[in-house]
T-cell receptor
Framework: DAKTTQPPSMDCAEGRAANLPCNHS???????VYWYRQIHSQGPQYIIH???NNETNEMASLIITEDRKSSTLILPHATLRDTAVYYC?????????????FGDGTTLTVKP | DGGITQSPKYLFRKEGQNVTLSCEQN?????MYWYRQDPGQGLRLIYY???????QKGDIAEGYSVSREKKESFPLTVTSAQKNPTAFYLC????????????FGDGTRLSIL
């Protein structure tokens, strides 16, 4: 299964864009990149996912490099409520879709 | 509202005792999952089930057991064989397939008395 690498922590000023990087150099062609976030003592919340193309929804944008070896999650206008641990994961092929690996994630701290 | 319900929120276990954590979903999802989270760490997969009456071991299944008799329910039993059970346990569900996100419950925090 493809593994992901994320920086352990990042800071961002309130109102500015938060750009969270993720490396997944061993990703295979039919594996999706997913992002979740977890606020302390709660279950992870789904944010966004993509395969090849860039994706945008009401929460964030996902930029995937052309070689698919890395991606960036963008929170366009970070608020204090965006302070959380952000996980980037790769979903394996359909027969093993359950075996997603969550690493230690990036702790994003949004500061006033 | 549709969602995943985990109970209880807090659970205490005595040495040598089995305990069962409940997970129920009304999202009509085929797949369900159990994860363990230790302080400051990511989630590790314990068991998952992609269909009723079938389940697969994850990365850390030793000392745990599950059943999937109904689509809506996927209880996890932490047995006495699990020597370090203190952790935050998360249940998730999803439509099967790599293009489908998982939806998580709010977790059960298990502690040893």
């Amino acid at each position: 299964d493809a593994k992901t690498t994320q920086p352990p922590s990042m800071d961002c000023a309130e109102g500015r864009a938060a750009n969270l990087p993720c490396n997944h150099s061993t990703i295979s062609g039919n594996e999706y990149v997913y992002w979740y976030r977890q606020i302390h003592s709660q279950g992870p919340q789904y944010i966004i996912h993509g395969l090849k193309n860039n994706e945008t929804n009401e929460m964030a944008s996902l930029i995937i490099t052309e070689d698919r070896k890395s991606s960036t999650l963008i929170l366009p206008h970070a608020t204090l409520r965006d302070t959380a641990v952000y996980y980037c994961i790769v979903r394996p092929t359909n027969t093993n879709a359950g075996k997603s690996t969550f690493g230690d994630g990036t702790t994003l701290t949004v500061k006033p | 509202d549709g969602g995943i319900t985990q109970s209880p929120k807090y659970l205490f276990r005595k040495e040598g005792q089995n305990v069962t954590l409940s997970c129920e979903q009304n999202l009509n999802h085929d797949a369900m999952y159990w994860y363990r989270q230790d302080p400051g760490q990511g989630l590790r997969l314990i068991y998952y089930s992609q269909i009723v009456n079938d389940f697969q071991k994850g990365d850390i299944a030793e000392g745990y057991s599950v059943s999937r008799e109904k689509k809506e329910s996927f209880p996890l039993t932490v047995t006495s064989a699990q020597k370090n059970p203190t952790a935050f346990y998360l249940c998730a569900s999803g439509r099967d397939g790599s293009n489908q996100p998982q939806h998580f419950g709010d977790g059960t925090r298990l502690s040893i008395l």
